[in-house]
Nanobody
Framework: QGQLMESGGDSVPAGGSLTLACAAF??????LGWFRRAPDKEREGVSL???????THADSAEGRFSIRQDNAKNIVFLQMTSLKPDDTAVYYC???????????????????WGQGTQVTVSS
């Protein structure tokens, strides 16, 4: 059974930037996704990346977030810019052995999840 570990969460002012990292251990994924759960809200998808490097972003992330991966180290980075207080959430990475075209942001396709990392954006 593989394991994912997120890092990089922090408290930043609105307009700031932050990069989260997700390290995958003993798991070969086809699609890796970033999700987030804001206080009193359901978890939602943020960004996806295929093993080949093709990225998809939710509307809330489009134009502000980017996702990239280091295949040699099995690490995926979520680079977040122009952060807003609405971006405050616990951010999770999750791995799927289905393609991103199939997995999309449907949590049932992601059997492996990290423990989450807190991002707080102050106004």
């Amino acid at each position: 059974q593989g394991q994912l570990m997120e890092s990089g969460g922090d408290s930043v002012p609105a307009g700031g930037s932050l990069t989260l990292a997700c390290a995958a251990f003993q798991y070969t994924y086809r699609c890796l996704g970033w999700f987030r759960r804001a206080p009193d809200k359901e978890r939602e998808g943020v960004s996806l990346i295929t093993k080949e490097g093709f990225a998809t972003h939710a509307d809330s992330a489009e134009g502000r977030f980017s996702i990239r991966q280091d295949n040699a180290k099995n690490i995926v980075f979520l680079q977040m810019t122009s952060l807003k207080p609405d971006d405050t959430a616990v951010y999770y990475c999750a791995a799927s052995n289905y393609s991103c075209a199939i997995s999309t942001f449907q949590e049932r396709f992601y059997p492996i999840w990290g423990q989450g990392t807190q991002v707080t954006v102050s106004s």
